[in-house]
């Protein structure tokens, strides 16, 4: 019987483990290809192992960490995090990890200390720099919160979540309509088929209205309405 590519990988990965379970690129591969076979358990189990070695590498708590999860294990997940740093403190990925639990746990400033560090480590974190700046709003700091949001979409000009948020930012905070219409606008261009679903409609819709462009603001929400209608 003939493998496939990712069966021949995974059977040279096992192989290798058999010989040294702390290999990490081995463990890493066999993991990867174990989750994206669906097989989620199995990869934990892996790196489970690999990271109960004598020195395991640093990364591998993060990978685990990940698959934890998408299993709804946070508390794991967390521990797994703070060893990827305390194994190498210079990762971007389990710093961020981190900080979106810490954030979802209501730790607020030690989620804004990793957020931080995330972005020190990979300034072109779009999510990181977006995540950090939704903290910043909720403490407050509004005039940050603009600026991180600006900076996460110039990180990733497709990251269209980022620009509804920032359209929407700019009219709460009576700031430039014309401006935050051209941002809104410029997302939804990027987004023909409607990924980001309605929100850049009703986005928009809020920010005619303001604009006292009602019949225009009337047809970007019912347009909203449809796309939501369909993706129900």
Do not use: W
Not at 104 to 110: A, I, P, S, W
Not at 113 to 130: D, G, N, V
Not at 157 to 174: C, E, N, T, V
Not at 199 to 228: S, T
Request: a negative charge.
């Amino acid at each position: 019987m003939q493998l496939d590519r990712n069966e021949e990988a995974l059977v040279g990965f096992r192989r290798v483990l058999e010989l040294d379970p702390a290999e990490s690129a081995a463990a890493f591969g066999a993991a990867r290809i174990l989750a994206e076979a669906g097989q989620r358990q199995e990869a934990i189990d892996v790196l489970v192992e690999a990271t109960s070695q004598d020195r395991p590498a640093p990364f591998l708590f993060n990978e685990l960490g990940e698959l934890l999860v998408e299993e709804g294990r946070i508390d794991e997940a967390a521990v797994c995090f703070r060893s990827s740093i305390a194994g190498n403190e210079d990762l971007s990925r389990p710093h961020f990890n981190l900080a979106v639990i810490l954030e979802e746990e209501g730790n607020l400033d030690q989620a804004l200390t990793h957020y931080e560090r995330a972005i020190e480590l990979a300034p072109a974190h779009y999510q990181a720099l977006f995540n950090l700046g939704r903290l910043e709003g909720r403490r407050g700091n509004l005039q940050r919160q603009q600026k991180l949001y600006q900076a996460a979409i110039d990180a990733n000009s497709d990251f269209l979540r980022g620009h509804y948020y920032l359209a929407k930012l700019i009219m709460d905070r009576g700031g430039d309509l014309q401006q935050a219409e051209a941002i809104a606008r410029d997302a939804l261009a990027r987004d023909p088929d409607h990924r980001a679903g309605p929100l850049g409609y009703y986005v928009l819709a809020d920010i005619l209205n303001r604009q006292g462009r009602r019949a225009e603001a009337q047809q970007a929400a019912d347009r909203g309405r449809q796309i939501q209608a369909e993706g129900s």
